[in-house]
C-alpha cells in the first residue's frame, strides 16, 4: 500500500459470509452518544455482521459499527434484570449468565452477532427465543429522534420478527434488558435437545448442561463459527422456516417436520430443500465458492471464493426448486444491503 492510500474496508471483512464490496465510510461508535450522533440518512448500522449479505458493488454511504459495551445486574425477587449495551457479543452474554446460574437464555448459545440484533429478528433456537426473556429494548426512533423503552408487549414478536425488523431502517438497538430466571436449572423444550440430554421433553437439567448440549449440536449442524472450517462461513439459517395454512401443508408430504404456528402450520426449510434434490454441499457450479453446508442444507456457506452474487444466485435456485417441487416460497432470513 502507498503511503497516503485511504484502508478500504469491505463488507467482506466485516461479515461471517465474507463477501460484500468495499465501503466509502466506515465509523465504529462506543458510546450511544456517538452512535446517534454517526447515524447520517445514508448510514446502514452493522451489528456482528452475522445476518447480513451485502452486494459485491461499492457501498456509497457510512457504515456505523455499533461497539457499545456495558451489562448492568439488577436483581428482582428471583428473578434478575439484565440490561447489556447493544455492542456486547451475545454468546459471552449468555455464558455469563449461565455461569451466575441464571436460566432464561441457555438454549441460546453459540449464536453469532451482537446483542443489540437479538431482538430485531426475535432470535430463536432449541425452545427458547428473545420474546420470552426480553423485559425492554431500549432504540433510537429514527423517525422522532427520540430514545424510547419499548416495553415487550409493544415490541410486536413474532417467528423471526418484530416491529423492529418490520419498519426497516426506522429504528436503531442501543439496550435490551432481559429478565432471567434465578436458578440454575432450566427445561429441554426442544426434542432434538431433550434427546440429547437423556431426558424427556419438558424436563428439566442444569443451565450448563442446556447450554453444553446446544453448543454440541449447533456444532454439528456447522452453525457455531469456526474460522478454520469454512463450512461455518454462513449467516446462519438462509431462509426462514415458512409459515403457510393447513390446506398448504396438507399437500406437503408427511415426512415433512411441522410445528404449529400462530398463523398456520411451520414447515421445515431444511427438509424441503434436501427433498427438493439440493443435498448438503450441493453447488450450482462446481467452480463456484458458493455451497450449500455440507452439514445443514438451511446454511449457505462461502467455501473461500464466493461473491454475494453466487451466495444470491444459489438462493435463488434453491427457492425455484423447493417452489417447483412443492409449491412453496422461501423467504430470505437475513438482511441484503443492496
Ligand atoms: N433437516 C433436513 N436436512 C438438513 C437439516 C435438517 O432435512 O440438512 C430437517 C430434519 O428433518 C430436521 C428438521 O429439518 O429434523 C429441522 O432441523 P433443525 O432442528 O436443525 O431446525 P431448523 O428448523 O432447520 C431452526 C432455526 C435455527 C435453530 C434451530 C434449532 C430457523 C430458520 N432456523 O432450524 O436457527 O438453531 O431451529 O432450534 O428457524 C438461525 O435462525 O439462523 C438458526 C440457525
Not at 58 to 75: C, H, L, M, N, S
Not at 86 to 110: N, R
Request: hydrophobic letters at 45%; glycine letters at 10%.
Amino acid at each position: 500500500r502507498a503511503a497516503g492510500t485511504p484502508v478500504v474496508t469491505t463488507f467482506a471483512e466485516l461479515t461471517t459470509t465474507r463477501v460484500g464490496g468495499p465501503i466509502a465510510e466506515v465509523v465504529t461508535a462506543s458510546t450511544d452518544d456517538e452512535v446517534i450522533a454517526a447515524l447520517t440518512a445514508d448510514a446502514v448500522v452493522l451489528g456482528g455482521g452475522s445476518n447480513v449479505i451485502a452486494a459485491d458493488t461499492p457501498f456509497t454511504g457510512r457504515v456505523v459499527r455499533i461497539a457499545t459495551t456495558g451489562i448492568e445486574v439488577q436483581r428482582d425477587g428471583d428473578r434478575v434484570l439484565v440490561e447489556a449495551a447493544a455492542g456486547e457479543p451475545w454468546d459471552d452474554l449468555v455464558a455469563f449468565t449461565v455461569e451466575q446460574g441464571w436460566s432464561g437464555i441457555d438454549a441460546l448459545a453459540g449464536i453469532p452477532g451482537l446483542v443489540g440484533a437479538t431482538p430485531i429478528q426475535n432470535v430463536g433456537a432449541y425452545g427458547q427465543d428473545m420474546s420470552q426473556v426480553i423485559a425492554s429494548v431500549r432504540a433510537l426512533d429514527r423517525a422522532s429522534g427520540a430514545v424510547v423503552d419499548v416495553p415487550a408487549v409493544d415490541c410486536g414478536f413474532g417467528y423471526r420478527t418484530s416491529t423492529f425488523k418490520r419498519e426497516p431502517g426506522r429504528w436503531i438497538v442501543l439496550g435490551v434488558t432481559l429478565r432471567l430466571s434465578r436458578t440454575d436449572v432450566g427445561e429441554a423444550r426442544y426434542s432434538e435437545l431433550a434427546r440429547h440430554l437423556e431426558i424427556g421433553v419438558g424436563d428439566s437439567a442444569p443451565v450448563g448442561a442446556i447450554r453444553n448440549a446446544v453448543l454440541e449440536l449447533r456444532r454439528a449442524k456447522g452453525m457455531v463459527l469456526d474460522e478454520t472450517d469454512r463450512d461455518t462461513w454462513s449467516a446462519g439459517s438462509f431462509f426462514t422456516n415458512p409459515v403457510v395454512s393447513e390446506d398448504d401443508a396438507a399437500i406437503v408430504p408427511g415426512a415433512c417436520p411441522r410445528y404449529p404456528a400462530d398463523t398456520g402450520v411451520k414447515l421445515s426449510a431444511a427438509w424441503l430443500i434436501e427433498h427438493s434434490g439440493v443435498a448438503k454441499g450441493f453447488r450450482l457450479d462446481p467452480a463456484s465458492g458458493a455451497a450449500i453446508s455440507g452439514k445443514h442444507t438451511l446454511a449457505l456457506v462461502n467455501t473461500g471464493s464466493a461473491r454475494a452474487r453466487d451466495l444470491l444466485a444459489l438462493a435463488d435456485a434453491v427457492r425455484e426448486r423447493v417452489h417447483t417441487a412443492f409449491g412453496i416460497d422461501l423467504q430470505i432470513e437475513p438482511t441484503v444491503v443492496a
